[in-house]
């Protein structure tokens, strides 16, 4: 038989594995949050969650992939036959927003090009530029309105980048991330050193900071918090399992969490300083609140943060610099995603060539995604990730921590990681994962749900919304038919 691929070593396991975690959720979620809740003050909940849910959940995926030397489908169906569909729903989500994901990027390649130039196309008029001129947005997700050519073209590109990097599963892996880890981390430095040496900085940063703990009375601000600890460390997904079946079986499971964990967050908290350093020079520039300016997600990345660049000195060379964090940024966690999928494809037909999978699934992937290149495209990816990381990615952790708590056993589990870690673990790990964790989850699917119920999501139509649920549903309910079909289905 083939033997089981590896990373070269720890560090680049490593570096895949922060790569994957530090994303487009580090610069354009993180800052946003904590801005709007309660500056400082939302670190407490943040905090929280993490110690909580992140690290242990982390632990648990680094110690499956490790333990069983498998991916997500192949891993749980180890641990009972009836439990394969968790790890189908894991990669099923991570499928969906890599598909989306990579529209996102394809934005940033367009912005890239055409940055360079003496005059920012977007100066005066961002918001039209992006909505209008990059997007051609329709008036509503009903109005599909067919393909946006230039976009389908840098979707095309894209996708070509990412099979590049997983073409050779974890050997082309384990080189591309020597360049997109550390690259986005030395843009967003040079960013902050242009960022704090600009007028108003300082009043930008004391927005970012400054604590409200009022805030911390509001139930929003802890689901807030837990689903950004999810998105972030890449949990749910499927791919920390994948990546860490490819370690060595003896490989230091919770230093190489603890590690991961907080390199990222740790990120997270300078894109802060960095986005709020630029708006604070906007805010001051333009003689308007930063909190009038700030704002999450695509408007920031691609409204508000435009905008500023090309009030700037140089403005061509910085949102150029902007841009390829984005995409530097994005593509380590856009192919973990893909390489999470693949190795559950390999596991399953070991015979099949790598470069075949890959393949199929970036066209598959590519294929799918043109739906966010139509002039809706924006409205069907805002529906679709309001509703994997709001339920599906919660679902699998909560499936991942009552599996591995209560059927594999989580001492049994912690007896491996500590056999293989330095920093050892109590019996209050196991205590996390069998009552803790489950309970907090489904505690956060019920307040979400209600919050569901209380009006539709952005007030998107019902047929709409349903495709959001169907997401979420389809791999459920494959999941509970695994679980509840009384033949085994594939036995190993
Ligand atoms: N963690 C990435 C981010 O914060 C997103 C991501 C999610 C990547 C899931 C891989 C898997 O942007």
Redesign the pocket.
């Known amino acids: 038989m083939e033997q089981r691929a590896r990373w070269s070593s720890r560090m680049i396991f490593l570096f895949a594995a922060i790569g994957?975690?530090?994303?487009?959720?580090?610069v354009w979620r993180f800052p946003y949050l904590a801005y709007k809740y309660g500056g400082g003050a939302f670190l407490v909940p943040y905090l929280i969650a993490l110690f909580i849910l992140g690290v242990p959940l982390l632990i648990l995926e680094f110690a499956l992939g490790q333990k069983l030397q498998k991916g997500a489908v192949a891993a749980f169906r180890s641990i009972h036959h009836r439990l394969g569909g968790i790890g189908t729903m894991a990669i099923f989500s991570?499928f969906v927003?890599v598909v989306y994901y990579a529209a996102v990027m394809a934005w940033a390649l367009v912005f890239f090009f055409n940055s360079f130039q003496a005059k920012m196309p977007w100066a005066g008029d961002a918001k039209g530029y992006f909505f209008d001129h990059i997007l051609h947005i329709s008036g509503s997700v009903g109005d599909v309105g067919g393909i946006n050519w230039t976009l389908f073209a840098a979707l095309l590109v894209v996708w070509v980048l990412i099979y590049l990097s997983v073409r050779k599963g974890v050997k082309s892996v384990g080189k591309v991330v020597l360049v997109t880890m550390p690259l986005p981390i030395i843009l967003l430095l040079v960013i902050f050193i242009r960022g704090i040496t600009l007028d108003g900085a300082l009043s930008g940063i004391l927005f970012y900071i400054t604590p409200d703990f009022s805030a911390l009375m509001s139930t929003e601000i802890w689901l807030a918090a837990a689903s950004q600890i999810f998105?972030?460390?890449?949990l749910g997904?499927g791919?920390m399992i994948a990546y860490a079946s490819f370690n060595r079986k003896d490989q230091n499971i919770t230093g190489d969490a603890w590690i991961t964990a907080l390199t990222n967050s740790g990120i997270s908290l300078f894109a802060g300083f960095v986005v709020f350093s630029v708006l604070g020079y906007m805010a001051t520039t333009t003689g308007v609140s930063v909190g009038d300016v700030v704002t999450s997600g695509p408007g920031l990345a691609f409204v508000v943060f435009p905008q500023a660049l090309a009030l700037m000195p140089l403005s061509w060379l910085f949102s150029a610099l902007f841009f390829l964090t984005l995409l530097s940024l994005g593509i380590d966690?856009a192919f973990?995603?893909v390489e999470a999928v693949d190795t559950v494809i390999k596991d399953r037909f070991r015979d099949m060539s790598t470069k075949k999978i890959a393949f199929g699934v970036c066209l598959t992937a590519f294929v799918f995604g043109t739906l966010f290149v139509t002039h809706a495209g924006l409205y069907f990816l805002d529906i679709v990730d309001h509703f994997v990381t709001n339920f599906g990615l919660v679902l699998v952790g909560l499936f991942e921590a009552i599996a591995v708590g209560w059927v594999y056993g989580a001492r049994r589990l912690r007896e491996y990681i500590n056999s293989v870690s330095r920093w050892k673990m109590g019996a209050w790990w196991d205590h996390l994962i069998r009552y803790v964790i489950p309970a907090v989850l489904i505690l956060l699917l019920v307040m979400q749900f209600i919050k569901e119920m209380e009006g539709p999501y952005e007030g998107y139509p019902g047929w709409a919304l349903a495709i959001g649920w169907s997401v979420v549903v389809v791999p459920l309910a494959y999941g509970l038919f695994v679980a509840l079909s009384r033949k085994r289905l594939q036995p190993q």
């Not at 994957?20 to 580090?26: E, M, P, R, Y």
């Not at 998105?231 to 890449?234: I, K, M, V």
Request: proline share 0%.
């Open positions: 994957s975690a530090v994303g487009l959720g580090n991570g927003v998105f972030t460390l890449s997904f791919v966690s973990s995603l």
